[in-house]
């Protein structure tokens, strides 16, 4: 069983441009959130997305959008990239309800460096 | 408020018992969880607790709960070079974000 995977490894974008990051869930889940980890911090919620809809968004600005397609799988966009936005972006799904946990789990995260 | 605290750093020596604490503030918490973050990897799901329990023990590793104080902590018994990783706490409401601390850097030696 394939745990959560993501794409690509790591990313060397300049700023100014925009980026697209990939994400598929764990087989089963379907609800999919993203999260940042800058450097020596621990991760900062970005959004979540169930049923293709964004169902909870943290403290990030417009510039970070997503996507959720029909098969649970999801992007994270980032535009206009800035400095600070080099860091390890992780995806985590998870199954609400199954079994009352609320277990998220986590890919292996795509390493952002913007120059 | 939404705040998780945790000690930066912990160094033990192998075979002995590791404890790493995690302070929080929303009360309303409902799950709290320990992730444990290698170098270069993700998040890696240790164990969770539910916030109506004041324990939980899986093989090596054993969550306290004090709920009165919001403190949580996790021992790892018989600590090995393998457990030296970084370890994140965190807490949730239901399907909420999870809100992690800094992380706690546990150094093993021998």
């Known amino acids: 069983d394939a745990g959560v995977t993501q794409s690509p490894t790591h990313l060397i974008k300049t700023r100014g441009q925009q980026v697209t990051l990939r994400c598929s869930p764990k087989s089963g889940h379907d609800t999919v959130s993203w999260y940042q980890q800058a450097l020596g911090q621990g991760p900062q919620f970005i959004f979540q997305?169930?049923?293709?809809?964004?169902?909870q968004r943290g403290n990030f600005p417009d510039r970070f959008s997503g996507h959720q397609f029909p098969n649970y799988s999801s992007e994270l966009n980032v535009n206009a990239l800035l400095l600070g936005d080099s860091a390890l972006y992780l995806c985590?799904?998870?199954?609400?309800?199954?079994?009352?946990?609320?277990?998220?789990?986590f890919g292996p995260g795509t390493r952002l460096t913007v120059t | 408020g939404e705040d998780v605290e945790q000690s930066l750093f912990l160094s033990v020596r192998e075979g002995d018992s590791s404890v790493i604490n995690c302070t929080y503030t929303?009360?309303?918490?409902?799950?709290l969880y320990w992730y444990k973050q290698e170098p270069g990897a993700g998040l890696q799901l240790l164990t969770y607790i539910f916030s109506n329990m004041d324990m939980k023990q899986d093989q090596r590793l054993t969550v306290l709960l004090n709920k009165k104080d919001k403190h949580l902590s996790l021992r790892i018994a018989d600590t090995q070079t393998g457990d030296s990783a970084i370890y994140f706490c965190a807490e949730s409401k239901n399907t909420d974000k999870l809100i992690f601390g800094t992380g706690t850097r546990l150094q093993v030696f021998p």
């Open positions: 929303d009360s309303s918490s409902t799950y």
């Open positions: 985590a799904s998870s199954l609400p309800g199954q079994g009352g946990s609320y277990e998220q789990y």
């Open positions: 997305y169930y049923e293709e809809e964004e169902r």
